[in-house]
Nanobody, 126 residues
Framework: VRLLESGGGSVQDGGSLRLSCAAS????????MGWFRQSQGKEREGLAA????????QYADSVQGRFTIARDNAKRTVHLQMNSLKPEDTAMYYC????????????????????WGQGTQVIVSS
């Protein structure tokens, strides 16, 4: 089982970043891949999730319309395109995989995810 995030960095308010999560073959065969974040002093927040078999996506209200989750099956990679970034988006971002989908849709609840990457830092400055 392996999940490796990349693409974090520092950007200005309003900028964009694309995060990538490369999964091992056994991990990518799970039902759901999700992106979460955690900033200092706050609980981990689910942002976006994707059913790797059917393509259905879910987004948190806080990122709907700004962030897009997408898959590249040939590379076993899930991307998170983040646009219109704000200082409050500053956090450590994590990729996770879950063996469970609910009616084809993937949860944004972190406790339902089985495997986690090490995280990649995103800093948005004003």
């Amino acid at each position: 089982v392996r999940l490796l995030e990349s693409g974090g960095g520092s950007v200005q308010d309003g900028g964009s970043l694309r995060l990538s999560c490369a999964a091992s073959e056994d991990t990518y065969r799970t039902y759901c891949m999700g992106w979460f974040r955690q900033s200092q002093g706050k609980e981990r927040e689910g942002l976006a999730a994707l059913n790797t078999r059917e393509g259905a996506t879910q987004y948190a209200d806080s990122v709907q319309g700004r962030f897009t989750i997408a898959r590249d099956n040939a590379k076993r990679t899930v991307h998170l395109q983040m646009n219109s970034l704000k200082p409050e988006d500053t956090a450590m971002y994590y990729c996770a995989a879950s063996r469970t989908a609910y009616g084809g849709f993937c949860s944004l609840v972190d406790s339902l995810y089985d495997f986690w990457g090490q995280g990649t830092q995103v800093i948005v400055s004003s």
